[in-house]
């Protein structure tokens, strides 16, 4: 299930490059729903857990990859809250794909660009349960 908070917390994960960096693990790149969140959101191909193909870039590290693709890594292979301001609207769909496989717990800031499609989620301030990502973005913007 998926919990929205709007703003931080000092648990959320602010600087998703610099943990990224410093704590990520090789195997997560042998798993497929990374290669396809890399593919998806930088265009880039994962060749192996120390080689990216990056279109712009060529060959690069995992630690070159986008701010936006590694908090979507950290979201999916840890259990921190991520600092979802740190994403453009191209993650958005991701958050929603990684919240059906395990709870997760994103921060924001700004409006993120949800898909069109209703979907539910958790207020992760108050508990109270949406439909709507427009009746939560109300809530806080009156």
Request: glycine share 4%; proline share 4%; with cysteine.
């Amino acid at each position: 299930m998926l919990s929205i908070r709007w703003g931080t917390t000092e648990d959320t994960i602010e600087l998703v490059d610099s943990v990224f960096d410093n704590n990520y693990e090789e195997e997560w790149f042998e798993d497929p729903l990374v290669s396809e969140m890399v593919l998806d959101v930088d265009k880039s191909k994962v060749l192996s857990p120390h080689c990216i193909e990056s279109p712009v870039l060529g060959q690069i590290p995992p630690t070159d990859l986008s701010s936006g693709v590694k908090a979507l890594i950290l979201a999916l292979k840890t259990d921190w809250g991520i600092w979802a301001t740190a994403c453009g609207n191209n993650c958005a769909m991701w958050f929603l794909k990684i919240a059906e496989i395990k709870d997760l717990t994103i921060s924001i800031e700004h409006y993120f660009k949800f898909p069109d499609t209703k979907f539910d989620f958790i207020d992760a301030a108050t508990g109270d349960l949406y439909h709507n990502y427009i009746d939560f973005i109300a809530k806080y913007h009156r």
